[in-house]
């Protein structure tokens, strides 16, 4: 498995756009990139994901370079509501696939 | 919008005692999984689960823990004997043909 790894936590008023980039140099051919969120007590949430270029949805939007070693999830205006952990995630893309999850990045979005 | 349940939201038990977190998965998913998280750590795979029997495991999921599908509805997580460093929360998940997995609030297990 693809080992991720991303910024421990990150800091941002309300307002402004988050971005949080994650590596894995050693993604696979087949591999898909995945963005969870998870609030505090609760189970993590599927965000966005994708294979390459740029995927948007109404919540974020997930920018894959050609080599496809790293990638940014893209939160616009966050708010107080964003606090949260986000994992960044690599793996398969069919069912049946356990997700392994790393420490995440703990997102605090200030007033 | 459909949703993963699990009951009970907190299960306080003493160690050695045999506990049942009970889930009830999207209905017309076909995978089912079992994750834990200790207090302050990453989310950890368990068990996954399709075709009414065991598809992998964690080295976590020894023999102390076991699944099942009692029925078309439920998905269990049982622990013969509860230790001390089984106390976490317990997340059950569901997904269909596509990877995305839908997550349950969670059972909170204390074990004293």
């Known amino acids: 498995l693809a080992k991720t790894t991303q910024p421990i936590s990150m800091d941002s008023y309300e307002g402004q756009e988050v971005n949080i980039t994650c590596s894995h140099n050693?993604?696979?051919?087949?591999?898909?990139i995945t963005w969870y969120q998870q609030f505090p007590s609760q189970g993590p949430r599927f965000i966005i994901q994708?294979?390459?270029t740029k995927v948007t949805n109404e919540v974020a939007s997930l920018f894959i370079p050609a080599d496809r070693k790293s990638s940014t999830l893209s939160l616009p205006r966050v708010s107080l509501s964003d606090t949260a952990v986000y994992y960044c995630?690599?793996?398969?893309?069919?069912?049946?696939?356990?997700?392994?999850f790393g420490k995440g990045t703990r997102l605090s979005v200030i007033a | 919008e459909p949703e993963v349940t699990q009951t009970p939201s907190h299960q306080v038990t003493q160690m050695g005692q045999e506990v049942i977190l009970r889930c009830v998965p999207i209905?017309?998913?076909?995978?089912f999984y079992w994750y834990r998280q200790i207090l302050g750590q990453k989310v950890e795979f368990l068990v996954s689960?399709?075709?009414?029997?065991?598809?992998?495991k964690s080295e976590i999921f020894d023999d102390q823990f076991s699944v099942e599908r009692p029925d078309g509805s439920n998905f269990t997580l049982k622990i013969r004997s509860t230790k001390l460093e089984d106390s976490a929360m317990y997340f059950c998940?569901?997904?269909?043909?596509?990877?995305?997995?839908?997550f349950g609030p969670g059972t909170r297990l204390t074990v004293l």
């Open positions: 998940a569901s997904s269909g043909v596509l990877a995305e997995q839908f």
């Open positions: 050693n993604i696979a051919t087949n591999d898909y």
């Open positions: 994708g294979y390459k």
């Open positions: 995630l690599v793996g398969g893309n069919s069912g049946n696939t356990p997700l392994v």
């Open positions: 209905s017309n998913h076909l995978y």
């Open positions: 689960f399709y075709n009414n029997e065991i598809s992998e």
